[in-house]
């Protein structure tokens, strides 16, 4: 019951946050849909990632360290360059909805 009424009220914030830059037409409509679709994204690779830790129970040592150094040589350099490239160079102006909206599309997703 809590996990519906949760994904209700982040489906209800993402369609209020849209509809208000719809009706606005202020800058940040782009911005928004680009950040709900990376939401999708990063709960789809969540969800990726913990079924692949599901599925490591009874595998050698070597190979568990082997997947988490993968994950962790793509996923820092991404992360960083997210963080700096993407995140300081947003108007702070949007960075709050856009951020906002970044929630929302995992808590949705997942």
Not at 14 to 25: D, F, G, M, N
Not at 50 to 60: D, F, L, V
Request: with cysteine; glycine share 6%; net charge positive.
């Amino acid at each position: 019951m809590l996990k519906k009424f949760i994904l209700i009220i982040f489906t209800i914030i993402a369609i209020a946050l849209l509809a208000y830059t719809s009706i606005t037409q202020n800058g940040s409509q782009k911005l928004l849909m680009t950040f709900l679709t990376l939401g999708f994204g990063l709960a789809l690779l969540r969800l990726f990632v913990n079924h692949s830790i599901k599925k490591m129970k009874g595998k050698s040592m070597g190979r568990k360290l082997l997947f988490f150094a993968i994950l962790l040589s793509i996923g820092l350099p991404v992360q960083y360059w997210f963080r700096t490239r993407i995140l300081m160079t947003i108007d702070q102006e949007y960075l709050a909805s856009c951020i906002t909206i970044l929630i929302s599309g995992m808590v949705i997703m997942t």
